[in-house]
């Protein structure tokens, strides 16, 4: 059973339970056809849905950490409810993209959602405040308070944004997934998608020219 | 899917053109050519839309490929998986997220086919408490904390975990086939009921370096829920630690426990390179050959082959002896 699944879960357990972040330099479409043969096997074997989740989870935490930040206080749960999403879409996965895209789809989807709901619940992130409570980069701040002030804008800027553009951006700008892949995963045309990118930059193009200045590296 | 303002497709020649694909490869790692390299570069220079999402991007998957503080991904998968099943088995599911088909998920039919199985056991335990609470009446907070998850306890009296760890623990509440909500069961048993709540007990007292509490964890997962995911994961995560901490002897009892459980189990090939290493920490030459033989003979443990043929060979300029070709 599970060889794949019993090599990742060995880097897990033999490094000491350590989160893998950086999927294994190997084939990319054989990993692909491998992954989509476990997602149609793991509609109705566990042990499947176990191996691929294990593959897919990397991508999954990552994009909830990019959205919610390292130390938010219900990071977990959010990981841990990105995870159920994904075994709960597996049975409509048509294999249009790459599992792991899919998921990373539905983790962002879910990462927002949370973030939006915490927001609205009043919900304190122990890593963050609202971007609006933060005084913007003066001549005496750091270039680490600088690249907090930034990452705390584009995390703003994905909320701000409606959810299409936002999952576009973060999926396309941030995790590195191409356009193609987003309008498979997405089911949306890729002129679509390539809109909703523009759209999204030209947001935030209207965000810097409105006065929220953000210094780039090394300018203080 | 509406975009809630625009739903127009980008005009060719827009003045706010951005190279795209110029800047997903360069992300992606792929070769540019060096005008495109100069392309990207002028544009980064002049577009500060670009330049922040680039510039933060990286510190973004920086920040977020520093090394967590919480479950590692297995014990993620090993929750989730455990969280998937547990609402079908025990009440209503997790709230849906409106997917299709998620109401004829096969898992979900085998997950309620489970709970009928465990109803079943529970009438059984049930009565078996019935009968234990007469004999030694429990605290409120205990009987409502086991009856809350009785369907996914078995009450193996005995657990590989158990025994293997009991010489060096000192606890003979790790040995004794207590159940969970009996007087004899260690203090640790009652609250937090499930699998996961304790995988998670014992892995995090495990990091944090409270042994007792650990080996206690371990021991009690193995003994209660020796049949979920948890269990097993926990149990060759329990052997390496003990590896680690130099107890060769129980840890060589842990793998070889999961292995004879779980011949083909997930975690096979971790348990029997876990096992040859215990048995080689043991001066157990040859039980450690054979063991580092049957690591090369696993279908799983294609990972661990050079380590194992390495160690085969150290083991031959060892004790001079000759492998079978």
Redesign the interface.
Same mark, same amino acid.
């Given at each position: 059973?599970?060889?794949r699944?019993?090599?990742?879960?060995?880097v897990?357990?033999?490094d000491?339970? *350590? *989160?893998?972040?950086?999927p294994p330099a190997r084939d990319p479409e054989a990993e692909r056809g491998a992954l989509l043969s476990l997602a149609r096997a793991?509609?109705?074997d566990? *042990?499947a849905?176990?191996?691929l989740?294990?593959a897919v989870? #990397?991508a999954v935490?990552?994009a909830v950490?990019?959205v919610l930040? =390292?130390?938010a206080v219900d990071?977990?749960d959010v990981?841990?409810q990105a995870?159920?999403?994904v075994?709960?879409?597996v #049975?409509?996965f048509r294999g249009e993209c790459h599992p792991a895209g899919f998921a990373s789809r539905i983790a962002l989807h879910t990462a927002l959602s949370a973030r939006r709901r915490a927001r609205g619940e009043r919900l304190v992130f122990s890593d963050a405040v609202d971007i609006h409570e933060m005084a913007p980069p003066g001549p005496r701040r750091t270039d680490a308070e600088i690249?907090l002030y930034?990452?705390h804008?584009?995390r703003d800027l994905l909320l701000r944004l =409606?959810q299409?553009?936002a999952e576009v951006?973060a999926l396309?700008?941030?995790l590195?997934h191409?356009?193609p892949e987003i309008g498979a995963a997405?089911a949306?045309p890729l002129?679509?998608v390539?809109?909703?990118?523009?759209?999204a930059?030209?947001y935030?193009?209207k965000v810097?020219d409105d006065g929220d200045e953000?210094p780039?590296?090394g300018q203080s | 899917?509406?975009?809630?303002?625009?739903?127009?497709?980008?005009p060719e020649g827009?003045p706010?053109a951005?190279p795209?694909d110029l800047?997903?490869r360069a992300?992606?790692g792929q070769f540019l050519s060096p005008r495109e390299r100069l392309q990207r570069k002028e544009h980064l220079r002049t577009c500060?839309?670009?330049?922040?999402?680039?510039?933060?991007?990286a510190?973004?998957?920086d920040?977020?490929?520093?090394?967590?503080?919480?479950?590692?991904?297995?014990?993620?998968?090993a929750?989730?998986?455990a969280?998937?099943q547990a609402p079908s088995a025990q009440g209503p599911p997790?709230p849906?997220?409106g997917?299709?088909?998620?109401a004829?998920?096969?898992?979900r039919m085998?997950a309620v086919a489970a709970a009928v199985v465990c109803a079943v056991t529970g009438v059984a335990l049930a009565a078996r408490w019935i009968v234990e609470a007469r004999t030694a009446p429990r605290a409120p907070d205990q009987v409502s904390s086991d009856q809350a998850t009785p369907p996914r306890r078995v009450g193996h009296p005995t657990g590989p975990l158990a025994a293997a760890a009991a010489p060096s623990d000192g606890d003979a509440s790790g040995t004794q086939p207590a159940p969970a909500g009996a007087t004899g069961a260690p203090a640790a048993a009652s609250p937090g009921g499930g699998a996961a709540a304790l995988f998670a007990r014992a892995?995090a007292a495990r990091?944090a370096g409270r042994v007792d509490e650990a080996r206690r964890a371990y021991q009690q997962l193995g003994r209660d829920f020796p049949a979920t995911?948890e269990a097993q994961?926990g149990q060759?995560?329990y052997g390496?630690w003990l590896l680690d901490r130099d107890e060769a002897q129980p840890a060589a009892v842990v793998f070889d426990d999961y292995l004879r459980a779980n011949p083909?189990?997930?975690?096979?090939?971790?348990a029997a390179?876990g096992r040859a290493e215990a048995l080689e920490r043991l001066g157990d030459r040859p039980g450690a050959r054979r063991a580092w033989e049957d690591v090369l003979v696993n279908?799983?443990?294609?990972?661990?082959g050079r380590h194992a043929r390495a160690r085969l060979r150290a083991l031959e300029g060892r004790a001079r002896d000759v492998l079978p070709p």
């Open positions: 059973m599970s060889e699944a019993s090599k990742r879960l060995a897990s357990v033999f000491g339970g *350590d *989160d893998v972040l950086s793991a509609v109705s566990a *042990d849905m176990a191996e989740l294990l989870a #990397p935490v990552r950490r990019v930040g =390292p130390r990071l977990e990981k841990q995870l159920l999403n075994m709960r879409a #049975p409509g690249a930034r990452r804008f584009v =409606p299409e553009q951006l396309h700008v941030i590195g191409s356009l997405t949306t002129a679509t390539k809109s909703r990118l523009r759209l930059k030209e935030l193009r810097l953000v780039a590296r | 899917m509406t975009d809630g303002r625009r739903h127009d497709e980008a827009h706010e951005h795209e800047l997903h992300r992606a500060d839309v670009c330049r922040l999402l680039e510039e933060t991007r510190e973004l998957l920040e977020a490929a520093r090394p967590p503080s919480g479950k590692s991904i297995t014990e993620l998968v929750a989730t998986m969280a998937f997790a849906p997220t997917r299709r088909g998620s004829r998920h096969p898992a085998a892995t990091r995911i994961t060759v995560a390496r083909r189990g997930t975690l096979a090939a971790e390179v279908p799983a443990a294609g990972a661990f």
